[in-house]
Structures are given as structure tokens and as C-alpha cells.
């Protein structure tokens, strides 16, 4: 034997010297109530296949959670919102499958502002396999406190692919999406879904008990399922209903809050939070509104300041050079087209204003409260001028979003 080299001991524990006395194999002296048998100890671990408990738990119960919203809720919006008090921002919808192909614009939509104290992503794809792998990149590269499933998108392309929506009809591949990612993550894991796809088809109360034994740590329930889109007002007795299949697990409300009344109201259901998306659009100051129990009859001047904020955030979020400027102002105008939605509290015979209710023609107090009113295109181009200068020649926009809550 080579010198300083060990002799393993015999698989028997033998082999010792005989002046020392023969060692015996024995047990660890573990306390009582933890020991099991091999039987029951294997199936704990299947039944229980979830990694060890490393993350952080995501407390935001009473918290306002501006929504994760396409093109608009981009950086620059959500620092608006951070001002004026939201408490939870997520990126924008990101396709797992775009990140994971490296696209620069996919991985910009999960860039963090430091005043976003409490932040998560949120992730759309169809398949366990890309939807793991992704979650386990982003493990690596990226801080932030908690992701979210989109399970909510409407939108034919994403549905088709078997993803958004679609995943509340396909339970088996959901279940693996949610545990493959929880097994790779070191944060909570949140969902975010809707009524069900059809629209007397109710499905998110069946649910969410298979999501709160999944690992889940919190689910958003926006109150319309996907075939009614914004054709009716969100069902907020049916998200009721579901805060009681979910408990323990919190579940937040989301749809039609646009006044502190519509948030107490939503409040009233025993839900742990409400999540806030077009509200936001139209009033960004709805935040204050709510944490300070008043209408807020905000001047045009004002709103003006917003604006110009946003564009000094999009021109350092962006670039100041002339791409920047004009990608500043593409995501203006998409903006726009939902706060010419807004009806300024000082010209209401009643309040509050309710979120689908389409407004009239009206005269605002000054001629830039009527500009803003305007729901031509037109119009907002001529707000933008104002802030970034004149658009460029053969200049045309027309509104990516096409909901409509007037129908």
C-alpha cells in the first residue's frame, strides 16, 4: 500500500484491532418525534416533492399591486405609480420562450427602478420544460422578489399556443409549469388568472385549492373570464366565493377599481389585497386617492406635470438620442388613449366615476382639460408636441390595445 494511504474498513465495521475491541454498527440517537419508518419517509418526499423552503415569504397582504400591463406598464409608467403610492409593481408580460432565445427587448421587460421596493416578473409560456428553464435563469440573472404565471392573457395569439389563458384548461401541464418552476426558484411563486375562459364557466374555484397544494404562494383573480374580455363589469361576488376555496392561501381581487369606493367595496369581499390595472391607466394618482380616502380633483396643469415626468423617464429609460425620443412618445400615446377616458372630479354630477361609463363631450374648466379629454389621435399627438417636439414627417399612430369598456 502506497504510504499515507488509508485502508477503508471492511463493509461489516470489522477488521479494528483486536486490543481496542470489535466496533458495532449503531443507530444516530435522533429524537423520537422525528423518527419514521422507510416507508413513510420515501413517501413524504413524493408526496411532498417541493425543494427545501429557501425562499423569502411574500407578505403584501393590504399592499396596492399596480398590474403587470402590456406595453403600457412599462418602467417609466410604473416609477409614475411608485409616486403616487403604489406599493407592488411587476415587469410587463415576458415570453418565457423570447428570453430564453436571448431577444433584447424580451429581457429589457423585466428591468427593475430602485424605487421598486417590492418587484416581480411575470412570465407567459405553454410548456413544464421552457417554462423550468426560463424560471431557472432567471434564479441567476435577475433580483427580484417574487414571479409570476401569466395565466390570464386573452389574447388568440398566446391562447392558441396553449398558454395565457388556455393553461386553466390544461391542469396536468399547469401543475408541472408550477412545480417545475417552485423546484428552481428562490422566491415565491404567484399566479395570476381569470373566471375561467368560457363565460358562464366558472373555473377558478376548482382551481385554486390544486394551486395552494401546488406551492403557490399567492393567486390574483382578475373577475371576467376571457371570452367576456371588458364587455361586462368584473364579478366581484364570484371572487368572493374563491378567497374561501383559497384560504389559506391569499388571493387578490382585480377589476373595475377606479375610486377609493370601488376599492373599499372590493376590500369588503375578504380578499388580501386588490391589484390595479386600467384604473391606473386612467388616473395614476388613484393610488393616493385610495391610501388617502378622497377624491382628488387633480388640475390639467397638473396632469400636464405627469406627463412631462414620464417623458423625462422615457428619455432616460430609452435614450435621448432620436430613436429614444420617439419611442418615449410611442409609449405616450399609447397612454393617452386611455387617460382622454378620464372625467376630472370637479365636473361630475356624481361621484365617483365609474370605470365603464363612457364619457361625453365635454368642456373642460381650461382649453388643455378639453384637449385632454379628446379621443382623437390627433389630439394626443398635438400632447405629445408639447413635451417632445414635433413628431416626424408622415407621423401616424394608431392604439395597440383595442379593449373597449363602453360595449
Known amino acids: 500500500m502506497a504510504e499515507g494511504a488509508a485502508e477503508a474498513p471492511p463493509e461489516n465495521g470489522g477488521g479494528c484491532d483486536s486490543g481496542t475491541g470489535a466496533l458495532e454498527r449503531g443507530v444516530a440517537p435522533i429524537k423520537p418525534q422525528y423518527l419514521t419508518t422507510k416507508e413513510q419517509f420515501h413517501e413524504f418526499l413524493e408526496t411532498n416533492g417541493q425543494k427545501p423552503c429557501l425562499e423569502t415569504e411574500l407578505d403584501i397582504r393590504g399592499k396596492l399591486y399596480l398590474a403587470p400591463l402590456t406595453t403600457c406598464g412599462n418602467l417609466p409608467f410604473r416609477r409614475i405609480c411608485k ?5 407592488v409593481t411587476c415587469g410587463e408580460m415576458a415570453v418565457c420562450t423570447n428570453l430564453l432565445q436571448g431577444q433584447m427587448s424580451e429581457w429589457a421587460l423585466l428591468k427593475r427602478h430602485q424605487c421598486e421596493d417590492v418587484f416581480g416578473v411575470q412570465l407567459e409560456g405553454a410548456f413544464p420544460d421552457t417554462m423550468t428553464k426560463c424560471a431557472e435563469l432567471l434564479n441567476r440573472t435577475v ?3 417574487f414571479v409570476d404565471i401569466n395565466v ?4 388568440d395569439l398566446v391562447y392558441k399556443k396553449g398558454g395565457g389563458c388556455a393553461l386553466m384548461n390544461r391542469v396536468a401541464k399547469f401543475q408541472q409549469i408550477v412545480r417545475g418552476m417552485n423546484q428552481v426558484l428562490d422566491v415565491p411563486l404567484t399566479v395570476k388568472i381569470r373566471t375561467g375562459v368560457q363565460e358562464r364557466v366558472n373555473l377558478a374555484h376548482r382551481l385554486l385549492p390544486e394551486l395552494r397544494d401546488w406551492g403557490v404562494a399567492l393567486v390574483t383573480l382578475h373577475g371576467r373570464s376571457r371570452e367576456q374580455r371588458y364587455t361586462k363589469l368584473a364579478d366581484w361576488e364570484y371572487i368572493e366565493q374563491c378567497v374561501k376555496a383559497a384560504s389559506p392561501m391569499p388571493l387578490f ?4 377599481i377606479l ?3 370601488d376599492a ?14 386600467r384604473g391606473a391607466l386612467l388616473k395614476p394618482w388613484l393610488f393616493t386617492e385610495i391610501k388617502e380616502q378622497r377624491h382628488w380633483d387633480i388640475s390639467s396643469s397638473e396632469r400636464l406635470d405627469i ?11 430609452w435614450g435621448s438620442d432620436t430613436q429614444g425620443v420617439e419611442k418615449t412618445r410611442r409609449f405616450l400615446l399609447q397612454w393617452l388613449s386611455f387617460l382622454c377616458r378620464y372625467v376630472p372630479v370637479g365636473l361630475l354630477e356624481r361621484l365617483p366615476q365609474r370605470i365603464n361609463e363612457r364619457p361625453p363631450y365635454y368642456l373642460g374648466r381650461d382649453y388643455l382639460e378639453t384637449l385632454m379629454a379628446s379621443q382623437k389621435a390627433d389630439d394626443w399627438i398635438r400632447i405629445s408636441e408639447m413635451l417632445l417636439g414635433p413628431v ?3 407621423f401616424t399612430f394608431l392604439p395597440k390595445h383595442k379593449a373597449n369598456a363602453y360595449k
Do not use: K, W
Open 83 to 87: 409616486r403616487f403610492g403604489a406599493d
Open 143 to 145: 433580483e427580484v422578489d
Open 152 to 155: 390570464g392573457c386573452p389574447i
Open 253 to 256: 381581487g382585480n377589476g373595475d
Open 259 to 261: 375610486s377609493f369606493e
Open 264 to 277: 373599499n367595496h372590493a376590500m369588503q369581499t375578504g380578499v388580501a389585497g386588490v391589484m390595479i390595472a
Open 307 to 317: 406627463l412631462r415626468d414620464f417623458t423625462n423617464y422615457g428619455l432616460e429609460h
Open 392 to 394: 416626424p414627417p408622415n
